[in-house]
């Protein structure tokens, strides 16, 4: 599967992949604090943005990790890119360094570390809640997305400040709800990890105090399955945090992506 995707920048590899009914343009806020250090690949996951439906019946994680990993390959030959990702793109991100896929991974409130099957269905009904919310306001949704006020209201539980992401990058977003078909998929998803094929590798997690997906409360499980990692809370921060504060997020990445595995 060709995934549709962009490169700019120069330096190592960092691949960004983004979450369930986002696209590669949830990055945009940090590529420019980004791209004068890093070799930046952004990429629409299948089924989401310009890339290709998942096949049918087709496991969304089990699948797209293994179109991930030919991805990887076809995008930096001969490299062990650094891998980084957002929600479900932070789920995306950890699994490839638990295969020992890459050189080090940061995860930004990834998916995947659910206290309960009953937390995992709350995060599921989240998105299901909004897409009804979006399919009660039809043609008025693009409207109430064209003011700092309707953003505030429907996209509050993505972010901490929503009033600052893009009309445009809303409207697309919040159409992607009624289409997404991972979402349906969620409540049945085995967000298991594979077992840790190198335990060397680097890995980074940093978690919005304001998240309203997957809450912090969650981040307290990082080490249990990657005893490794370096595990960051962060205040005013929600769970889509590039268009929060930037510069956060940015330092966040070129730290977490300057680190390579240490030798045993």
């Known amino acids: 599967m060709q995934l549709a995707h962009e490169i700019r920048g120069e330096g190592p590899t960092l691949v960004l992949v983004h979450g369930v009914v ?29 890339s290709p439906e998942m096949p049918a019946g087709a496991d969304p994680l089990r699948i797209g990790t293994e179109i991930a990993e030919e991805f990887l390959e076809q995008v930096a030959p ?16 950890l699994e490839m360094a638990a295969r020992g896929k890459v050189a080090s991974a940061t995860a ?7 206290a309960n099957k009953v937390d995992q269905e ?13 399919r009660r306001l039809g043609p008025r949704m693009d409207r109430m997305l064209d003011s700092k006020a309707g953003r505030t209201v429907g996209m ?27 979402i349906d998929r969620g409540l049945s998803a085995d967000f298991t990890f594979s077992p840790l094929a ?32 370096r595990v960051t809370a962060y205040p005013k921060v929600g769970h889509v945090p590039m268009s929060d504060d930037p510069q956060l997020i940015a330092r966040v990445l070129l730290e977490g992506s300057a680190t390579t595995a240490r030798v045993s």
């Open 22 to 50: 986002h696209r590669r343009h949830a990055w945009n806020p940090v590529l420019d604090l980004l791209t004068p250090h890093r070799r930046v690949v952004t990429v629409d996951l299948p089924g989401h943005g310009d």
């Open 78 to 93: 001969g490299e062990k890119v650094h891998v980084a990702g957002n929600s479900l793109g932070g789920w995306f991100a």
């Open 108 to 114: 930004i409130s990834p998916a995947g570390f659910f």
């Open 122 to 134: 709350r995060a599921v009904k989240t998105f299901l809640a909004l897409r009804a919310s979006a």
């Open 156 to 182: 509050g539980v993505f972010f901490s400040k929503p009033w600052r992401v893009d009309p445009e990058i809303a409207k697309i977003d919040s159409r992607a709800l009624l289409t997404n078909k991972v």
């Open 198 to 229: 190198d335990p060397m590798v680097p890995i980074t997690v940093a978690w919005g105090k304001r998240d309203l997906v997957l809450p912090v409360y969650e981040a307290k499980r990082v080490r249990q399955v990657f005893p490794q990692a």
